[in-house]
């Protein structure tokens, strides 16, 4: 070989070496080892024993590496390198020992072991990359199927949900026949204003109703709002049903009270008319004695006056025979005893005829003066004579007066007994009349409070009647207001024509009301009237009491007159008895005057008595014209009475024809409501039956995917946790080779920069050598070059080797990319799997909540199917109870009032309207029930109306139940006043009854004072005997 050859060859060789530095500087700048550009890679490295931690940290620091910006800074660095590298190259030769070559082999298999690890291991990566791909397939594909049962579940959904439509349908349609039925059983009313609204209103909610429709997620919270809706309103029609019955059962009450109440009235009246009757005639009966009474006391007032004139025309005369006897000589004994005698008789004739008749007082007080005046005349002439005369005259005299006080007393008795007779056959005759006008009062009274018990509860039974009617209309609008929103889109003419007859037939409703309400007034006005004539004649007794206390009275002063007199009788009789035996005749003058004192006194008290017999007279005369009086007014109120009753009767009459051809219409209307009742409970029990049966297939479909879900959801976890527990094993190896390449690469760079040092140094002696060679000898064949081509050759198999972890350390950064991507791969697989989770969770969620909606549609057609049955049995109960109520109203209306007069016409007429609005509503009903079919939203409309309607009834029902309050509170006032008035007027016949009794006593205290008298008749008879003997 020429040594030209060989210099170019070394040439070649060195330019490798320099060209090697560059590569370093690469594989150091992507490691993060540092260099020092001075003195070229450093050296702290290459010691045995060095830490290399730092270049582990420097590598984890630099994970995330970008290259463009590394390959910048790379070509910048080997520029540099190779412009420093020259002129300082001689200054490391000395310091840099050589390693033996058998080492740089053991470091070249060890680093191919370690790469053949690291592709076994990449291999194994790329295996369990592809079985994580296969899984995120599996995944993909599970939750595709997930999906598609879900999709699955939200049409078995929807068809839930027609199912449920269609129910609510069919429970719509029973809900408008029933309401059609109402209809024709109470009558119709329609109110024609809200039509414009209710059709904006029904176009809004279609338009909601499609929005809503299209969003599957409210379906499932609508589905629940409608059963909640289906539930309500059936409640609803259940409450409705049963008011209705209610109001049924209390017009039926309230029309037999009212029978009853009428027929008592009219008893009532028929009573009174009779009492009053027989007390016009009792009353008659007292005018008439009264009459006969004044007749005869007029009579005897005359016969008095023409005895007195008597009277004054013989004392005349006595007197002038005085004064004759005056100037007349003593006559002998005989004819002046006679003419004393025949004096005697005619002063007792006087004084019968003045005690019997006790009548001008004061005339017989003159007389009574007169004679006193002429006694004391005769007297005083008497005294002149002599004392023979004078005791004879005395005596005489003293015969006379005892003679005269006899014949007064037993005249005085006697009248006494006539009086006291007169009193007791009048006071047992006032007592019987009076206690037969009490009676008659009571029976009066009983009857009047009877009249007003029975008025009370009539006024009673027609506000219940009026308020049900009220809430009977203001039902039948709030259903035809329901009718009329189901029905906007399908009213035609006739339908309006219908409305226009409802409405006119709804205000002959109204105008009946009014009418009741008028009537119910005049019932007001007239129980106030009777009332009113209660409370007269009332005040009538209250008079004819007091007109009896004031005669007890009377006959209480007679009576203390009558024992005054026998005082002074017994006292006069023992005055008489001691007089004769122990006082001269001349005192007898003296008592005579005492006497005839006596007698003006009772003559004084005879006229008082006149008197008050006068001022009874013009009170019974006043009492009699007030009787006339009222008896003509009783009579009249009698006759308006009659009539009144006569135009009842007829009208009476009329409203049991009426109520038979209404009963009958009931009747027919009840039949045909049974037979579509009977007809719809059995559609209702077919849907019950086939929604049961579609419940039960969705109920076990339901439980086979929740099972199918319940194993899928089983399985992806297993899967799930499978692959997190491979992915977590894999980051570990994966972390751990990461550990091991990092060392292996820091310790083959040491190495690197170790060999890159020995061979510049090795270049540079070469070349020194070279250069002296050449300088020093010719060119001449050396004996060191085959050593130095074998190194050479070791070096270039070094530089190979070199190159070889050039492309490893490539290979290195392949696999960090792939190790950033693995990782990335492993947390969007963490995050699915989160995600699956929810997935699972919702359902999870969505399966309990699908067995909620299970559950509660069950409960519900359970709550259906009950309330369907307590129907069909409530309404056959009360099919029952409205028959026996028919029969009970049959029964009753055959005593019904006056209530009903002027709606016998309107109702005929409305019963022949309600008939022919009843066969046009069936025919629309037929052309309305399939374009129906379409409006379930109007259920809202409905129910909205429904519970203004209840509002509005809840505040007339609190409206009508205070004015109720207030007309029996006042009632109940009036009956409280009714009761104290009775109260009162017994206590009084109380005290009529003692005033009775204390009268009786004064009649038997009279008894005895008459049986006083007679004793003291039989002790004047012996006085005179002993008069006699003393004569």
């Keep these: 070989m020429c040594p030209s050859s060989k210099m170019a060859a070394r040439e070649a060789h060195l330019e490798q070496i320099d060209k090697?530095?560059?590569?370093?500087?690469?594989?150091?700048?992507?490691?993060?080892?540092?260099?020092?550009?001075?003195?070229?890679?450093?050296?702290?490295?290459?010691?045995?024993?060095?830490?290399?931690?730092?270049?582990?940290?420097?590598?984890?620091?630099?994970?995330?590496?970008?290259?463009?910006?590394?390959?910048?800074?790379?070509?910048?660095?080997s520029k540099k390198d190779d412009d420093n590298d020259s002129p300082r190259s001689g200054t490391d030769l000395?310091?840099?020992?050589?390693?033996?070559?058998?080492?740089?082999?053991?470091?070249?298999?060890?680093?191919?072991?370690?790469?053949?690890?690291?592709?076994?291991?990449?291999?194994?990566?790329?295996?369990?990359?592809?079985?994580?791909?296969?899984?995120?397939?599996?995944?993909?594909?599970?939750?595709?199927?997930?999906?598609?049962?879900?999709?699955?579940?939200?049409?078995?959904?929807?068809?839930?949900?027609?199912?449920?439509?269609?129910?609510?349908?069919?429970?719509?349609?029973?809900?408008?026949?029933?309401?059609?039925?109402?209809?024709?059983?109470?009558?119709?009313?329609?109110?024609?204003?809200?039509?414009?609204?209710?059709?904006?209103?029904?176009?809004?909610?279609?338009?909601?109703?499609?929005?809503?429709?299209?969003?599957?997620?409210?379906?499932?919270?609508?589905?629940?709002?409608?059963?909640?809706?289906?539930?309500?309103?059936?409640?609803?029609?259940?409450?409705k049903l049963e008011d209705l019955h209610t109001k049924l059962d209390q017009s039926e009450q309230r029309l037999r009270t009212e029978t009853m109440e009428a027929q008592q009235r009219a008893n009532a009246a028929v009573t009174e008319t009779i009492e009053l009757e027989q007390f016009l005639a009792a009353l008659k009966d007292d005018n008439e004695y009264i009459k006969t009474e004044l007749e005869e006391t007029r009579t005897r007032c005359e016969q008095l006056e023409s005895e007195n004139i008597h009277q004054k025309a013989e004392l005349d005369e006595l007197r002038q025979k005085a004064e004759e006897e005056a100037f007349v000589a003593l006559a002998p004994k005989e004819d002046d005893q006679a003419e004393i005698e025949e004096l005697r008789r005619k002063i007792e004739q006087l004084r019968l005829e003045s005690d019997r008749w006790k009548t001008d007082c004061d005339r017989l007080q003159e007389d009574n003066l007169a004679l006193q005046k002429l006694e004391k005349n005769l007297q005083a002439q008497l005294d002149e004579q002599k004392q023979l005369l004078k005791r004879s005259e005395q005596q005489t005299l003293h015969e006379a007066q005892i003679q005269q006080l006899q014949q007064e007393v037993s005249e005085l008795q006697?009248?006494?007994?006539?009086?006291?007779?007169?009193?007791?056959?009048?006071?047992?005759?006032?007592?019987?009349?009076?206690?037969?006008?009490?009676?008659?009062?009571?029976?009066?009274?009983?009857?009047?409070?009877?009249?007003?018990?029975?008025?009370?509860?009539?006024?009673?039974?027609?506000?219940k009647e009026c308020s049900n009617l009220m809430k009977n209309n203001d039902v039948l609008i709030a259903e035809i207001d329901q009718l009329k929103c189901k029905k906007l889109e399908t009213i035609n003419e006739n339908a309006e024509d219908s409305i226009v007859i409802l409405e006119k037939q709804l205000e002959d409703c109204s105008r009946l009301n009014k009418s009741l309400d008028d009537e119910y007034k005049e019932m007001n006005?007239?129980?106030?009237?009777?009332?009113?004539?209660?409370?007269?004649?009332?005040?009538?007794?209250?008079?004819?009491?007091?007109?009896?206390?004031?005669?007890?009275?009377?006959?209480?002063?007679?009576?203390?007159?009558?024992?005054?007199?026998?005082?002074?009788?017994?006292?006069?009789?023992?005055?008489?008895?001691?007089?004769?035996?122990?006082?001269?005749?001349?005192?007898?003058?003296?008592?005579?005057?005492?006497?005839?004192?006596?007698?003006?006194?009772?003559?004084?008290?005879?006229?008082?008595?006149?008197?008050?017999?006068?001022s009874l007279v013009l009170k019974l005369q006043q009492l009699q014209q007030k009787s006339v009086e009222n008896v003509k007014t009783w009579e009249g109120r009698i006759a308006e009475l009659g009539k009144s009753l006569e135009a009842k009767e007829a009208v009476i009459v009329q409203l049991q024809q009426e109520l038979e051809r209404r009963s009958?219409?009931?009747?027919?209307?009840?039949?045909?409501?049974?037979?579509?009742?009977?007809?719809?409970?059995?559609?209702?029990?077919?849907?019950?039956?086939?929604?049961?049966?579609?419940?039960?297939?969705?109920?076990?479909?339901?439980?086979?995917?929740?099972?199918?879900?319940?194993?899928?959801?089983?399985?992806?976890?297993?899967?799930?946790?499978?692959?997190?527990?491979?992915?977590?094993?894999?980051?570990?190896?994966?972390?751990?080779?990461?550990?091991?390449?990092?060392?292996?690469?820091?310790?083959?760079?040491?190495?690197?920069?170790?060999?890159?040092?020995?061979?510049?140094?090795?270049?540079?002696?070469?070349?020194?050598?070279?250069?002296?060679?050449?300088?020093?000898?010719?060119?001449?064949?050396?004996?060191?070059?085959?050593?130095?081509?074998?190194?050479?050759?070791?070096?270039?198999?070094?530089?190979?080797?070199?190159?070889?972890?050039?492309?490893?350390?490539?290979?290195?950064?392949?696999?960090?990319?792939?190790?950033?991507?693995?990782?990335?791969?492993l947390l969007i697989e963490q995050n699915n799997q989160k995600v699956l989770q929810q997935e699972k969770q919702e359902a999870i969620e969505q399966k309990n909540n699908l067995a909620k909606d299970l559950d509660r549609l069950r409960q519900h057609l359970l709550e259906t199917e009950e309330a369907h049955t307590q129907e069909t049995v409530e309404l056959q109960q009360r099919y029952e109870e409205t028959k026996r109520k028919l029969q009970a109203l049959e029964d009753d209306v055959k005593k019904s009032t006056n209530a009903l007069t002027s709606a016998s016409i309107r109702a005929n007429q409305h019963a022949e309207t309600l008939q022919a609005q009843y066969h046009l509503?069936?025919?629309?009903?037929?052309?309305?029930?399939?374009?129906?079919?379409?409006?379930?939203?109007?259920?809202?409309?409905?129910?909205?109306?429904l519970t203004n309607l209840q509002c509005a009834l809840e505040q007339f029902q609190i409206n009508r139940d205070r004015d109720i309050e207030l007309a029996t509170a006042a009632i109940r006032r009036e009956l409280e006043q009714a009761q104290t008035r009775e109260a009162n007027l017994r206590a009084e016949i109380r005290q009529l009854q003692q005033q009775l009794a204390d009268a009786k006593n004064g009649l038997l205290a009279a008894a005895r004072i008459s049986d006083q008298l007679e004793i003291a008749q039989v002790t004047v008879a012996s006085l005179k005997e002993e008069c006699k003997y003393w004569s």
């Design 20 to 77: 090697l530095p560059n590569r370093l500087t690469l594989q150091c700048i992507v490691n993060g080892i540092p260099i020092d550009h001075h003195h070229g890679p450093s050296t702290s490295t290459a010691m045995p024993g060095a830490a290399p931690a730092p270049t582990a940290s420097a590598l984890e620091d630099s994970w995330f590496w970008d290259p463009e910006q590394n390959v910048s800074s790379t070509s910048s660095s």
């Design 94 to 239: 000395t310091t840099i020992p050589l390693e033996a070559p058998a080492s740089e082999g053991e470091i070249i298999e060890r680093l191919h072991r370690q790469l053949g690890d690291i592709r076994h291991q990449l291999k194994k990566q790329q295996l369990e990359n592809a079985l994580l791909n296969e899984k995120l397939t599996q995944v993909s594909n599970e939750n595709r199927e997930l999906n598609e049962n879900i999709e699955e579940l939200d049409r078995q959904h929807e068809v839930v949900v027609e199912n449920l439509l269609t129910a609510k349908k069919g429970l719509l349609e029973k809900c408008n026949r029933l309401e059609e039925d109402l209809r024709v059983m109470h009558g119709e009313a329609a109110v024609t204003k809200e039509l414009d609204e209710l059709k904006v209103r029904y176009n809004k909610l279609e338009q909601s109703y499609v929005g809503s429709c299209q969003e599957s997620v409210r379906l499932k919270a609508e589905l629940e709002k409608v059963v909640v809706e289906n539930v309500e309103t059936v409640a609803a029609l259940e409450r």
């Design 414 to 463: 006697n009248e006494l007994k006539s009086v006291i007779i007169d009193n007791s056959v009048q006071l047992d005759a006032k007592e019987r009349e009076w206690q037969d006008k009490l009676n008659f009062l009571k029976a009066e009274n009983n009857r009047i409070q009877h009249g007003k018990d029975t008025l009370e509860a009539d006024l009673l039974e027609y506000e």
């Design 525 to 614: 006005k007239k129980l106030e009237e009777v009332l009113e004539e209660r409370e007269e004649l009332e005040m009538k007794v209250e008079s004819l009491q007091k007109a009896l206390d004031e005669k007890s009275k009377t006959v209480k002063d007679l009576q203390l007159t009558v024992e005054t007199l026998e005082s002074e009788k017994s006292s006069l009789l023992f005055e008489i008895n001691e007089t004769q035996s122990r006082e001269p005749p001349s005192e007898l003058s003296s008592e005579l005057e005492k006497y005839k004192s006596q007698t003006e006194s009772l003559q004084a008290q005879l006229t008082t008595i006149n008197e008050d017999h006068a």
């Design 664 to 825: 009958e219409e009931v009747e027919t209307l009840k039949i045909t409501s049974e037979n579509k009742v009977q007809e719809e409970l059995k559609v209702l029990r077919e849907r019950l039956e086939a929604e049961s049966t579609k419940s039960t297939t969705l109920a076990v479909e339901k439980d086979e995917l929740e099972q199918q879900l319940t194993r899928k959801l089983e399985e992806l976890e297993e899967t799930n946790r499978e692959k997190q527990a491979e992915l977590s094993q894999s980051v570990e190896t994966l972390t751990q080779q990461k550990d091991n390449l990092v060392q292996l690469i820091t310790a083959k760079h040491n190495e690197n920069v170790q060999y890159h040092a020995e061979i510049q140094r090795l270049s540079q002696l070469l070349q020194a050598e070279l250069a002296a060679k050449t300088e020093a000898k010719p060119p001449a064949e050396c004996t060191d070059c085959p050593t130095l081509r074998e190194k050479l050759a070791s070096l270039e198999q070094q530089i190979k080797k070199l190159e070889d972890y050039d492309k490893m350390a490539d290979q290195i950064q392949f696999l960090r990319e792939k190790s950033e991507i693995l990782t990335n791969n």
């Design 921 to 945: 509503l069936q025919q629309q009903r037929d052309e309305l029930v399939a374009k129906l079919n379409t409006a379930d939203d109007r259920d809202h409309k409905n129910q909205a109306s």
